[in-house]
Nanobody, 126 residues
Framework: QVQLVESGGGLVQAGGSLRLSCAAS???????????MGWFRQAPVKEREFVAA????????FYADSDEGRFTISRDNAKNTLYLYMNSLKPEDTAVYYC????????????????WGQGTRVTVSS
């Protein structure tokens, strides 16, 4: 089991940037580096959607087409922390952002992930 806590959300104007963080605390016998990680988001009245994912080592990443090259996912295994750097934000990026962990392979499907944080809200104004 791993506990995930997101932070870094807030209000930003269109064109601005934010860095989201996800602090992970793994159960005994497991470490953060053993989990592939992902970011998802859910806007009001919309389904949860995939944003980005990263392998356990950080050597491979995968992004949703809607990110349009504006987002970067990274991890610092020494700090047990996952990051999402968001640049050139648009109002349509407004959502609650969730980090997720899986002991399997990362992917775009939420069902592939075993553990979820509580989310951090991002609001992008026009």
């Amino acid at each position: 089991q791993v506990q995930l806590v997101e932070s870094g959300g807030g209000l930003v104007q269109a064109g601005g940037s934010l860095r989201l963080s996800c602090a992970a605390s793994a159960a005994s016998g497991r470490t953060f580096s053993r989990y592939a990680m992902g970011w998802f988001r859910q806007a009001p009245v919309k389904e949860r959607e995939f944003v980005a994912a990263i392998s356990w080592s950080g050597g491979r990443t995968f992004y949703a087409d809607s990110d349009e090259g504006r987002f970067t996912i990274s991890r610092d295994n020494a700090k047990n922390t996952l990051y999402l750097y968001m640049n050139s934000l648009k109002p349509e990026d407004t959502a609650v952002y969730y980090c997720a962990a899986t002991r399997g392979s990362y992917g775009r499907e939420s069902a592939a992930y075993d553990y979820w944080g509580q989310g951090t809200r991002v609001t992008v104004s026009s």
